[in-house]
């Protein structure tokens, strides 16, 4: 069964750091592209990153580029969000999301083909 497993969330302080994991089971990992998705609280989904299944190409939203950095370690089957500059806008469940298609753009909601279940990042003094 594919599996995603989000970790390192918390409370952090306004212009902060942090650093989520998601570690993959259950599926061959450096065959999906890998994503992180957050929703803030009383909203919708919203995309964050994207990054390919070899790491050569990325993609960023608008509202966290220079700020946050997409990365992944195929041989750990582990993918990281590294968010520096924390704002309180920021607060959202995060989530990351593996789709095997498509190659060459940022997958759609209905594209992904697993979820992990969320990890909880509150910016906040």
């Known amino acids: 069964e594919a599996q995603l497993v989000e970790s390192g969330g918390g409370l952090v302080q306004p212009g902060g750091s942090l650093t989520l994991s998601c570690t993959a089971s259950?599926?061959?990992?450096?065959?999906?592209?890998m994503s992180w998705v957050r929703q803030a609280p009383g909203k919708g989904l919203e995309w964050v990153s994207t990054?390919?299944?070899?790491?050569?190409?990325?993609y960023y939203a608008d509202s966290i580029k220079g700020r946050f950095t997409i990365s992944r370690d195929n041989a750990k089957n582990t993918l990281y969000l590294r968010m520096d500059s924390l704002k309180a806008e920021d607060t959202a469940e995060y989530y990351c999301?593996?789709?095997?298609?498509?190659?060459?753009?940022?997958?759609?909601?209905?594209?992904?083909?697993?979820w992990g279940q969320g990890t909880q990042v509150t910016v906040s003094s």
């Open positions: 259950g599926f061959t990992f450096d065959d999906y592209a």
């Open positions: 990054i390919s299944w070899d790491g050569r190409t990325i």
């Open positions: 999301a593996a789709s095997h298609e498509p190659k060459n753009r940022v997958p759609l909601a209905y594209e992904y083909d697993t």
